[in-house]
């Protein structure tokens, strides 16, 4: 129908104009005058018909026919510059332009009245995908309350800068993302993770951009720009999966440019079959060929396909599950393996100190300090949990840090070289540690020396279990992937019931398992959920890369192809179960649409059409097209009892 030609000239810095040319684009709605005033046409020309009023009834249809038409003739001239000539759109100019030429003025101008319907319905479809941007990005705040010395000024958002103080009012939306340094409220982020329920927030938590403050007031430090906030990310990456397309989508396309052509040479045929035969033209036959360019016309076909991927990528936003474009959609409908992190994923991640095991006399305060330091220089959550526990605020400047991805950190402070990590990067650095320590924990070396070692705990997810036995009874391989020891990798997949396991692993090597897995994979496609800090490799090479709770936004948002917003694990379930409710549709779609072609194909050559007949089958399987790809949106999995959705 021509809703689907979205494109942007350049991707601007912040993805928001972009992101709003698409809807603006996939919105071009008929205005609803235009769509039914061809039809009170045709309802007056009947009238007048009975009247034998037959020259102002074919006026009325000639009216209505320009109405309704001139969108299309429209599009097809700016088709035609552009090199597209072989689409829907020439199908239903040539076929409605005959019947004109045969007299039948009321059967064409119902034709291309039918197919302004259709637009306008689909136009009205593809609106309602796009809800979530439009929410998010229409309903940020104009103005942002930036302290600048000692007052408040009231800024654009985009002047304000990494590290600068804001107030947010009770009812206020958050224009940046941010952490809480005074004040206690709750936060609805609903717009960004789906949960309806309000988040408390105190200080040291973390705020997204386009969440709204809903009761006291609040001082936050931003910790990105206007640009590379939360919101407006998240609208560059609805963007850039608006734009991709399945190999599914592509042979459509591929299928269209061959299909038109080849209609047009056998309606040809038809017409001119008399004049082969009989050495003349027929009325009759110009009549079936026209019969067989309407029964032809592939609407239903080319827009059951895009519209269907689409609205999936709005439906699962509204579930705070934002899928990058409708490849991964696919793909996730696919999924026969799911290989998990452990820590931060099917865990709490929120480590505490258990216990402090010093070594060669070393003080056990003086460990705990040491390794606050180094801690603090780290995102990991194990390097976090011991600084958290020393109450270690950031490192300070006179520490340099440098880190060793899935190994530890590697810290200087004045004339001190602080090791904290793996027993590994200790032992590359030449220092020797303890064999055979049994649980989750970190060694501590300085200055050449082994100091120590901290145990720490933590606990699987409450949702968890369940969803893993619910991936289990979707027929889904599972696989527990950890840079852990052995034993503690092996009691938390016991717990779980999950069979398959590999512990002590590089982020590189959960990779390797990753390939290793799609070479001996008999079907369906691989996922990997992991935290989006250490796991940013496996992300990107699973088939579906999927990164959950704030880290996952914050981190994964290029890595990932699926964020879970949502801080449910339940969501994984959720996700793969509505994406196999989308590609039954879009399935469904595509075998109503070639089904009904080939049996009023065969109709029409054996001569039991006429165009009536083709006008409504063509429009009626478009409409049955569009109102089935709507069950996408109405999908409620009966067995989810996760939070409602609500809609900002």
Same mark, same amino acid.
């Given at each position: ?126 609106? #309602?995908?796009?809800?979530?941007? $439009?929410?998010?990005?229409? %309903? ?6 930036? #302290? $600048?010395?000692?007052?408040? @000024? ?58 709204? %403050? ?27 999966? @608006? ?6 989508? $592509? ?12 209609? /047009? ?56 599950? @934002? ?10 409908? /696919? ?18 100190? #258990? ?91 300085? %200055? ?38 052995? %034993? ?21 090597? #959960? ?138």
């Amino acid at each position: 129908m021509g809703l689907f030609d979205m494109s942007c000239e350049e991707t601007c810095s912040s993805g928001c104009s972009c992101i709003l040319q698409v809807s603006s684009s996939s919105e071009r709605i008929p205005s609803q005058w235009r769509v039914f005033l061809p039809f009170l046409l045709l309802g007056g020309g009947m009238v007048f018909s009975l009247f034998h009023l037959h020259t102002v009834a074919t006026a009325c249809s000639f009216a209505a026919y320009l109405f309704a038409g001139i969108s299309l003739f429209q599009r097809l001239q700016s088709h035609i510059r552009r090199g597209k000539i072989f689409d829907e759109n020439l199908l239903i100019a040539l076929a409605t332009l005959g019947a004109m030429g045969l007299g039948e003025f009321a059967e064409s101008a119902l034709v291309m009245s039918l197919h302004q319907l259709g637009e306008y319905l689909e136009g009205l479809a593809t609106a #309602k995908s796009h809800l979530s941007v $439009r929410s998010l990005l229409h %309903n940020m705040p104009e103005v942002a309350h930036v #302290k $600048r010395g000692n007052t408040f @000024l009231d800024l654009d958002p985009q002047e304000v800068k990494e590290g600068e103080m804001l107030l947010i009012k009770p009812g206020e939306r958050i224009p940046l993302d941010g952490k809480v340094i005074g004040g206690i409220s709750t936060l609805d982020v609903s717009s960004i993770t789906g949960e309806s329920q309000p988040l408390p927030i105190h200080k040291g938590d973390f705020v997204w951009s386009g969440t709204i %403050n809903r009761e006291g007031t609040i001082l936050i430090e931003t910790t990105t720009d206007y640009h590379h906030s939360t919101s407006q990310r998240i609208a560059q990456f609805l963007f850039t999966a @608006l734009q991709k397309r399945t190999p599914t989508e $592509r042979f459509i396309t591929t299928f269209a440019r061959y299909y038109t052509p080849l209609v /047009l040479i056998l309606a040809a045929g038809v017409f001119l079959f008399p004049l082969l035969r009989e050495g003349r033209l027929s009325s009759s036959a110009l009549y079936q060929a026209l019969i067989l360019l309407m029964i032809s016309c592939p609407c239903a076909l080319v827009i059951s396909i895009p519209l269907g991927f689409l609205m999936g990528i709005g439906r699962m936003a509204r579930e705070g599950i @934002l899928v990058k474009g409708s490849q991964p959609l696919e793909a996730l409908s /696919l999924i026969g393996t799911v290989a998990f992190d452990k820590t931060g994923t099917l865990t709490e991640g929120k480590f505490r100190v #258990k216990e402090v095991f010093p070594f060669n006399g070393y003080p056990r305060e003086k460990i705990l300090e040491l390794a606050a330091i180094a801690g603090s220089c780290s995102r990991h959550p194990l390097a976090q949990a011991i600084a958290k526990h020393h109450h270690m605020k950031p490192s300070p400047d006179a520490v340099t840090c440098g880190e060793i991805p899935g190994m530890g950190v590697i810290t200087h402070i004045h004339d001190l070289k602080i090791v904290l990590g793996r027993k590994e990067l200790l032992e590359r650095v030449g220092i020797p540690t303890p064999a055979d320590l049994p649980e989750t924990g970190v060694h501590v070396g300085c %200055n050449g020396a082994y100091w120590g070692f901290i145990l720490l705990e933590d606990t699987p997810k409450s949702e968890v279990k369940e969803t893993i036995n619910a991936l289990h009874s979707m027929g889904i391989e599972i696989y527990l992937l950890s840079g852990d020891q052995e %034993n503690i990798v092996g009691q938390v997949a016991q717990e779980l019931g999950i069979k398959k396991f590999f512990a002590r692993l590089m982020p590189d090597e #959960k990779v390797g398992i990753l390939e290793t897995l799609k070479k001996e994979k008999k079907g369906g496609t691989i996922a990997f959920v992991g935290d989006g800090i250490n796991d940013a490799p496996a992300l990107a090479f699973a088939d579906v890369g999927m990164a959950m709770g704030e880290q996952g936004i914050g981190a994964a948002l290029e890595s990932a192809k699926v964020i879970l917003a949502h801080p449910s694990f339940a969501k994984i379930k959720v996700a793969i179960t509505l994406a196999r409710h989308i590609r039954r549709i879009i399935w469904q779609n595509i075998g109503l649409s070639i089904g009904a072609k080939v049996v009023f194909l065969l109709l029409t050559f054996q001569g039991e059409m006429s165009l009536w007949e083709a006008v409504f089958a063509d429009v009626g399987i478009m409409v049955l097209v569009l109102f089935n790809t709507l069950r996408i949106l109405r999908h409620k999995d009966e067995k989810d009892q996760t939070t409602p959705i609500r809609t900002v």
